[in-house]
Nanobody, 115 residues
Framework: QVQLVESGGGLVQAGGSLKLSCAAS????????MNWYRQAPGKQRELVAG???????YYADSLKGRFTISRDNAKNTVYLQMNSLKPEDTAVYYC?????????WGQGTLVTVSS
């Protein structure tokens, strides 16, 4: 099993930055990729960014240049650096571990961007 714990969410003014963390524990060798998703009120959950076990990264086209995903293998932690935040970035951000045996989700962390 894999457990994921997100942290770093909060309230920030438009134009500000936040860095989210996702700490993984358990059978992390089974993870193919780690992803960040978000779900805004009344909207579907959407992929924000991901990083593969080989270090490759991918992003939602609309967020390229503002968001950066990275990882610290020694800490089994994935990060999402979010810059130039906009009110429309307000959402619950979820960490996701993609495995052959199925996805695992964290509990989510709320990011609120005020105008």
């Amino acid at each position: 099993q894999v457990q994921l714990v997100e942290s770093g969410g909060g309230l920030v003014q438009a134009g500000g930055s936040l860095k989210l963390s996702c700490a993984a524990s358990g059978s992390i060798f089974s993870i193919n990729a780690m992803n960040w998703y978000r779900q805004a009120p009344g909207k579907q959950r959407e992929l924000v960014a991901g990083i593969t076990s080989g270090g490759g990264t991918y992003y939602a086209d609309s967020l390229k240049g503002r968001f950066t995903i990275s990882r610290d293998n020694a800490k089994n932690t994935v990060y999402l650096q979010m810059n130039s935040l906009k009110p429309e970035d307000t959402a619950v951000y979820y960490c996701n571990a993609d495995r052959v045996s199925g996805s695992v989700w964290g509990q989510g962390t709320l990011v609120t961007v005020s105008s």
